[in-house]
């Protein structure tokens, strides 16, 4: 058996202690005699999975008292709508800054829902090369909450910051944000947020998983004709188990927690590791005549680092090599084209370092 790197931008790389551990509790989960998969989320076995899930996640971000966690499905994507409905109960506008792909298909399921929508900032002009600036971001009077995507997956555009949700009058605004692509990747306040969400089969787990993270005082924001399946409220009362929750993959969150915890050390630790993997292929990049990365310095995603060859004829030959060298993934989003190395939490800097191997070895050859 092999495991290759895997630089897949999602569903990806998970750490191969916690497939390990897995496998080992398939067939009969702790002398239960069934698998996790097949028993019933209602159950002592399950329940205790959840909340020992739950607990590591709160202890890991550090998420104070008056968050809800929620373990919801229907994809980061789902969100898109469900956050409107949760939180124009008592009207005003969405507004969002739009910084790629993935802001931008926020935006256009809450124009699709609710009409008008107010983009606050956008970096549309330096195609999405550089995130806005705190000056630059102007809400709308009747501004109900701020959006805002932490980290472009497609882009490689990250936040270097978090932005201050205040609309001209100076009323403060929940602060909303898609981390799908960042969460867990190192230490977050999550005071500053009204809600966080992320799927979760980037830096959580297997996808059909879906993490919200919420200030109780939101849970009374809602629209009153939303589905019950989108509301923070229904799936927080009903401890995430409205309906049957996916329950294997948030068992298999629970063991990334875990392992977040104990084999890394926590998310100080996880935070170093992802600087340096990071920053080594960012400066492979530069330092090369073949490659090349866009994205201003201080918005480099530390998570996706998208890249171009100054030849993009050496594109199909770049990837057929890299696969026989044992690295996946590494083709760009098919919007974008060029190659793109997700660097998320599982992905060994042993990964990074082959990598780096190989684009030497392939520019030296036939660069
Ligand atoms: N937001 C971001 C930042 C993403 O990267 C993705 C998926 N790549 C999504 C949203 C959509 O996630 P899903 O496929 O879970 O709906």
């Known amino acids: 058996m092999t495991r290759h790197y895997n630089f897949c931008a999602g569903p990806a790389a998970l750490p191969t202690t916690v497939l390990e551990r897995a496998r080992d509790e398939l067939l009969d989960y702790h002398g239960s005699g069934v698998s996790v998969m097949e028993m019933s989320h209602r159950g002592e076995a399950f329940v205790s999975i959840a909340e020992r899930a739950e607990a590591d996640l709160r202890e890991l971000l550090a998420i104070p008292d008056n968050y809800r966690v929620l373990f919801t499905q229907g994809g980061a994507s789902l969100q898109f709508a469900a956050l409107p409905y949760n939180l124009l109960g008592a009207g005003g506008r969405a507004n969002f800054l739009h910084t790629g792909i993935w802001g931008k298909k ?3 399921e809450a124009r699709h829902l609710f009409g008008d929508v107010h983009v606050a900032a956008s970096s549309e002009e330096n195609g999405h090369s550089a995130v ?5 971001i102007v809400l709308s009077e009747d501004a109900a909450y701020l959006h805002y995507t932490a980290n472009e997956t497609i882009g490689g555009l990250e936040f270097d910051y978090i932005p201050e949700a205040i609309r001209p009058d100076g009323t403060p605004v929940p602060l909303v944000c898609d981390m799908s692509s960042t969460i867990l990747s190192g230490p977050l306040d999550v005071s500053r947020f009204g809600v966080i ?3 979760a089969q980037k830096n959580i787990g297997p996808a059909g998983l879906v993490m919200v993270i919420v200030r109780d005082d939101l849970l009374d924001q809602a629209r009153d004709d939303m589905p019950t399946l989108f509301s923070y409220k229904a799936l927080s009362e009903a401890g995430s188990m409205v309906n049957t929750p996916a329950t294997y993959s948030w068992y298999l969150a629970g063991l990334v927690f875990n392992w977040l915890k104990g084999g890394i050390g926590g998310l100080t630790a996880m935070d170093a590791i992802n600087s340096r993997k990071a920053a080594r292929l960012y400066a492979a990049i530069d330092d090369s005549a073949l490659y090349a990365n866009p994205i201003t310095l201080r918005n480099r995603s530390r998570m996706n680092v998208p890249f171009v060859l100054a030849d993009p004829r050496l594109d199909s030959l770049f990837l057929e090599e890299a696969e026989a060298a044992g690295l996946l993934n590494l083709k760009g989003h098919r919007s974008v084209g060029g190659m793109r190395a997700s660097l998320y939490n599982a992905v060994p800097e042993a990964a990074v ?5 190989f684009m030497a070895d392939f520019e030296k050859r036939r660069g």
Do not use: K, M, W
Request: aromatic fraction near 6%; hydrophobic fraction near 45%.
């Open 106 to 108: 926020a935006i256009s």
């Open 353 to 357: 370092a082959a990598l780096i191997d």
């Open 132 to 136: 806005p600036r705190q000056e630059d």
């Open 197 to 199: 969400y992320a799927g």
